[in-house]
């Protein structure tokens, strides 16, 4: 859910190139320096300033790259992101974002899993003549069934991280706002945080907690359970 | 053509690994009759068992001719069972990936079952069977009760 009108990103979105030249014309060091010996300003605070104006420059030039075709290799994430965010797509570009970072945890036991199938499995398929999608149906996938779970466990886990972030739009779209943010308990925790607002912050936290627990023994530990039956001893 | 009557004939089959270098079986001629009882005796490590993978058709021979027939049962030293599957389905699990249909798979394994004297333990898992039991589990799977069997 949106909180405020998207089309705003749009043209927002569009303007950027133009956005960018304004902060590499780097308008803040000369406001610094011009500023710096009428008004007496302390030296500590014009280094701040012109400090962070390049560091902000590089963000903005690395996240800019789905605008000018010519940037080259860059991040998919912030592309693709930016893609779903162009198509008024919010709650895409942070179930995408979400994706992204759950998707290794899974694959990657998956992968340790495929090696956990013993030969005289194998050997018998053979002999069998279970091949092709039958074994994969029948073999393969039961025998990487615990670990598909664990990996779901742990993307699940990560996945309650991702979502503080992902949800809070603003943090990685270029331009962007916190109206863009989308409705979750994710960007309210972060909300609710940067605008003191602690009642709804502990809310959130304790919703959140009880969510995981409730998950956890609803749905986790009955499948834990189960997926031991299917390990190779 | 082979089938299943077709005795298993080993003519001059020789087996050698790349890696490590080393040559297992050295032309050996067999010939093992149907209903044969066939003992293959010898100290560890002199390639009893990769004539059986030759045999089973596990492992291709570097020369020489492998003759079996084209249903075969098998007993792998480490009982090659199934741990999500019960008893009953590891037994019927070859008579179902042969393709029979429902009747004939139920016919079959309720006979292998009664021939290894496993009936009792038809529902438990794997797991909770002896050492000897799952034994007697690998060893009665096979496509139906006329295949041959090598252990």
Not at chain 1, 71 to 99: K, M, P, Y
Not at chain 2, 138 to 145: E, I, L
Request: aromatic share 8%; charged share 15%.
């Amino acid at each position: 859910m949106v909180r405020v009108a998207p089309p705003r990103t749009v043209s927002a979105a569009r303007e950027w190139p133009k956005a960018r030249m304004t902060s590499r014309s780097a308008p803040n060091a000369r406001q610094c320096s011009s500023s710096a010996s009428p008004a007496g300003l302390p030296a500590r605070s014009c280094h701040r300033v012109s400090a962070w104006t390049p560091w902000r420059a590089r963000w903005r030039s690395s996240a800019s790259v789905w605008a000018p075709p010519s940037q080259g290799l860059a991040s998919s994430r912030t592309t693709s992101t930016a893609f779903f965010v162009a198509n008024h797509a919010f709650e895409l570009a942070a179930v995408f974002v979400i994706f992204l970072s759950m998707l290794w945890n899974i694959v990657c036991p998956v992968i340790g899993g495929l090696q956990t199938i013993p030969d005289d499995v194998k050997s018998a398929a053979l002999v069998f003549k279970v091949r092709g999608w039958r074994k994969f149906w029948y073999i393969t996938l039961p025998a990487l069934f615990p670990f598909i779970v664990t990996g779901s466990l742990l993307a699940w886990a990560q996945g309650w991280t991702i979502v503080i972030v992902a949800e809070v739009l603003h943090t990685y779209v270029p331009n962007g706002n916190a109206s863009q943010d989308l409705l979750g308990l994710g960007s309210l925790l972060v909300d609710a945080n940067a605008q003191g607002k602690n009642g709804v912050f502990l809310a959130a936290l304790a919703a959140m907690i009880l969510l995981v627990t409730l998950l956890n023994l609803a749905v986790w530990q009955p499948l834990l359970h189960l997926s031991q039956r299917f390990r190779f001893d | 053509m082979t089938s299943a009557d077709t005795p298993i004939v080993l003519t001059r089959v020789s087996k050698s690994y790349v890696k490590p270098p080393v040559l297992v079986v050295h032309s050996v001629s067999l010939a093992i009759a149907r209903g044969e009882f066939f003992c293959l005796i010898g100290p560890s490590g002199c390639g009893k068992s990769t004539i059986i993978k030759l045999i089973a058709g596990i492992e291709a021979p570097t020369s020489g001719v492998v003759r079996r027939p084209d249903r075969l049962g098998m007993v792998f030293q480490s009982y090659a069972l199934l741990p999500w599957l019960t008893v009953r389905a590891n037994v019927a699990f070859a008579a179902r990936m042969s393709g029979l249909d429902r009747g004939h798979v139920e016919a079959t394994t309720d006979l292998h079952l009664r021939m290894v004297h496993l009936e009792a333990f038809a529902a438990r898992y794997p797991r909770e069977l002896s050492g000897g039991q799952r034994h007697s589990v690998s060893a009665s799977p096979g496509p139906s009760p006329s295949s041959r069997r090598c252990c």
